[in-house]
């Protein structure tokens, strides 16, 4: 009976560690996922901060691939100047890495931690687009965007279309030239809203 009373006594000073380590775990599950989607709410709000009514962007989209699987786009920025596909990457540190290395490098805190060459990456995004979209668009306004947070220094030359924080608005408004439609941009909205899929989590 005594043991009882000790267990219950522990147990009631004891909760509140219980309920930190508990969230701990939790976090260490899913602060990949939250770290990314901060890095998608950081474009939305640069998109909506910098761009006008005349460009729509499209988030977190997940949509069939040609080999029966699937792919996930962190943004489509449609535009009558071209389709951006983004890529949005919230990494810390050091990065290392240039267009054609299969892999790029993230140092931190001494550590190297390996992640696929986010331009390769989003090759297969847009040839996923190019082929959904393909009687409404031509490959070439087709354009391919990767943008890292402010958090992160390229130790090597940053390759093109690689941007950090706001770079990749200028680019975007960089293309001035009318190559879509108002009606073209208006279907191809409508294309990608008919073939997204739930996502699969």
């Known amino acids: 009976m005594h043991d ?4 219950s006594m522990l147990i009631s000073q004891l909760w ?7 969230g701990l775990s939790l976090l260490r ?3 990949p996922d939250l770290k990314g989607k901060i890095g998608e709410w950081a474009v939305q709000r640069q998109a909506k901060q910098h761009l006008d009514e005349r460009y729509i962007l499209l988030n977190d989209l997940t949509l069939p691939d040609q080999d029966g699987g699937t792919t996930q786009i962190d943004h489509v920025l449609l535009s009558p100047f071209g389709v951006f596909v983004i890529e949005s990457k919230n990494y810390k540190g050091w990065i290392f890495g240039s267009a054609r290395q299969k892999m790029w490098t993230q140092k931190i805190y001494k550590k190297s931690y390996k992640f696929q060459n986010p331009l390769h990456q989003n090759y297969k995004h847009t040839q996923v687009l190019s082929h959904l979209l393909a009687d409404l668009l031509e490959p070439e306004h087709l354009h391919s965007i990767v943008v890292f947070m402010p958090g992160c220094e390229f130790k090597t030359e940053m390759p093109k ?22 009606m073209c941009l208006k279907r191809l909205q409508l294309r990608l809203e008919k073939e997204v899929l739930d996502p699969s989590w």
């Open 4 to 7: 009882v009373n000790i267990l």
């Open 16 to 22: 509140w560690l219980l309920l930190v380590l508990l």
């Open 29 to 31: 599950v899913f602060l």
């Open 161 to 182: 279309q690689v941007f950090q924080g706001t770079g990749w608005v200028n680019y975007v408004q960089e293309f001035q030239t009318e190559v879509i439609s108002a």
